[in-house]
Nanobody
Framework: VQLQASGGGLVQAGGSLRLSCVAKGSFFAITDMGWYRQTPGKQRELVAHISDGFVTNYPSSVKGRFTISRDNAKNAVYLQMDSLKLEDTAVYYC???????????????WGQGTQVTVSS
């Protein structure tokens, strides 16, 4: 499976962006999906998580500003980012827990990353 992320770009502080990520290829099922971000010299950190039951989870740094959603019919996950701050600048990665076949273990797949830059 390949995850294709899009939607990053340059936005002013206080603005909004919507990231999209679509899973392509052959697989049996996707369970959890999420978005992470990474800045140079720092570890990748969780931004938002959504279970296959649509339960969401956010760290305090983005809670109330970011919203994760998914469309299982399209094998897609989205991240609506509002009230963006300078510190939200990072490369954003989507991920998905994928079961390739009914008998396979679940494995984590990552998208290629999309740059989000928030300017003052």
């Amino acid at each position: 499976v390949q995850l294709q992320a899009s939607g990053g770009g340059l936005v002013q502080a206080g603005g909004s962006l919507r990231l999209s990520c679509v899973a392509k290829g052959s697989f049996f099922a996707i369970t959890d999906m999420g978005w992470y971000r990474q800045t140079p010299g720092k570890q990748r950190e969780l931004v938002a998580h959504i279970s296959d039951g649509f339960v969401t989870n956010y760290p305090s740094s983005v809670k109330g500003r970011f919203t994760i959603s998914r469309d299982n019919a399209k094998n897609a996950v989205y991240l609506q980012m509002d009230s963006l701050k300078l510190e939200d600048t990072a490369v954003y990665y989507c991920n998905a827990e994928v079961r390739q076949a009914p008998w396979d273990r679940i494995a984590t797949s990552w998208g290629q990353g999309t740059q989000v830059t928030v300017s003052s």
